[in-house]
């Protein structure tokens, strides 16, 4: 019971603070995704389907926002998914594809997602699930590994995920933590991969899972004066 609760506390209080951020579309570019024309710059299209080698068919963005990485997808897939959390912005998310995207390649769904769990439409239905600028942001391990088993589950047989997050700093909370009572309301990194003797672990937890083939590439940052010791890290693996 009281694992019920301080799950719901912690739903309650991301949920409340992105909705804050998202009052509009401008709010939405500036505070949800941040740095708006940094992040329409970097190559995420290229570093995501780096080592992707199946259909192009049905792909799946989880923590897809307003649809910025939506936009670039449905020019590779002949269809793309987004599930979001703020309903706010899966209004922005419609209006901005269907403003932003060619008429013959509108082929996209949007789905609100609950905080706890990735699952949309039917299980066994993507080729290729990706994520960018968010899995760092669930802290509880509880969390990130009930969207990784959602992942496996959507995809098809052969599909493969890729997930984008910081790495290189070290915010005291690791991958395997559960810390709900720990989560600031700022929008920061709340679950860090400090270094590369974090990764093996985060492997072998993958495989655990029914992935196989995992990678990890480590790619610049976008942002331009950031620190020197932030990175982008791009989780590779394939379902079983």
Known sequence: MLNFFRKSRFLHSRMTFWRSNAKSFKDAQDLCVGSWSEQESYPYSEYLLERYCGEMGKAYDFGCGVGRMMKHMLYRFEHVDGGELVPENIAYAKEYLEGNVEADRKNFRLFQLDGKSAFVGEAGTYDFIYST???????????????????????????????????????????????????????????????????????????????????????????????????WLFIDGEKK
């Open 133 to 231: 600028i968010v899995i760092h942001h669930i802290a509880p391990f509880e969390v990130r590994e009930q969207i990784y088993k959602d992942f496996l589950s959507m995809l098809k047989p052969g599909g493969a995920f890729c997930t984008q997050l910081v790495f290189g700093i070290d915010t005291g909370m690791y991958w395997f933590d559960n810390p709900y009572e720990k989560i600031s309301p700022r929008n920061t990194v709340d679950v860090s991969i400090p270094d590369e003797s974090h990764l093996k672990k985060i492997e072998e937890w993958l495989n655990s899972l029914g992935f196989k083939d995992i990678a990890f590439r480590i790619k610049p940052c976008p942002h331009h004066g950031a620190v020197p010791e932030l990175k």
